[in-house]
Antibody, heavy 115, light 109 residues
Framework: QVQLVESGGGVVQPGGSLRLSCAAS????????MHWVRQAPGKGLEWVAF????????YYADSVKGRFTISRDNSKNTLSLQMNSLRADDTALYYC????????WGQGTLVTVSS | QAVVTQEPSLTVSPGGTVTLTCGSS?????????PCWFQQKPGQAPRTLIY???NTHSWTPARFSGSLVGGKAALTLSGAQPEDEAEYYC?????????FGGGTKLTVL
């Protein structure tokens, strides 16, 4: 069965960095693009980034462009999100999700940016 | 990036029908924007109900359907059940990325 498990969340100071991971199983990872989506406490969903199945194309929300980098290691079935220059408004639950038809989501990993 | 609009809240009676809509600041929502609909209940990850306007997953209850109506994407719930009370989000796919709507809080009352 398809499974996505995020990890790497935690508490970080403003201006700091954090790297999130998403371990994928149950499907042929290198055939699918992957998304990161976040949700600030009590707020709606916000799309963050997408990477094509082969890593050759990447897209970012304006709010994270230049600060976040999405990547993948198809040999390890792992998706990553490197987050730099973190701000308080990056505080959120970060989900990884499989591309359209969006048939699988992880349970999320919480990132808290606070001094 | 574009702005995607949804009704902030709607109420439906048990057994009733309600339509949620999803509009785009760039103009009419068309097939090329691949509208999707997600349901989220408190404390849970989102669950995809509809993709590419009207396609459903095996877990999507038959009472949910998707369409394009009046230049917007629409999610129709026919025969609402108490367990359908949740937040519903639409998602549109643009050339430079994806954008979620702000969500519709659906109350079944």
């Amino acid at each position: 069965q398809v499974q996505l498990v995020e990890s790497g969340g935690g508490v970080v100071q403003p201006g700091g960095s954090l790297r999130l991971s998403c371990a994928a199983s149950g499907f042929t990872f290198n055939n699918y693009g992957m998304h990161w989506v976040r949700q600030a406490p009590g707020k709606g969903l916000e799309w963050v980034a997408f990477i094509r199945y082969d890593g050759a194309a990447k897209y970012y929300a304006d709010s994270v462009k230049g600060r976040f980098t999405i990547s993948r290691d198809n040999s390890k079935n792992t998706l990553s999100l490197q987050m730099n220059s973190l701000r308080a408004d990056d505080t959120a639950l970060y989900y990884c999700a499989k591309e359209n038809p969006w048939d699988s989501w992880g349970q999320g990993t919480l990132v808290t940016v606070s001094s | 990036q574009a702005v995607v609009t949804q009704e902030p809240s709607l109420t439906v009676s048990p057994g009733g029908t309600v339509t949620l809509t999803c509009g785009s600041s760039t103009g009419a929502v068309t097939r090329t924007l691949n509208p999707c609909w997600f349901q989220q209940k408190p404390g849970q990850a989102p669950r995809t109900l509809i993709y590419d306007i009207s396609n459903t997953h095996s877990w999507t209850p038959a009472r949910f359907s998707g369409s394009l109506v009046g230049g917007k994407a629409a999610l129709t719930l026919s025969g609402a059940q108490p367990e359908d009370e949740a937040e519903y989000y639409c998602l549109l796919s643009y050339l430079d990325g994806w954008v979620f709507g702000g969500g519709t809080k659906l109350t079944v009352l």
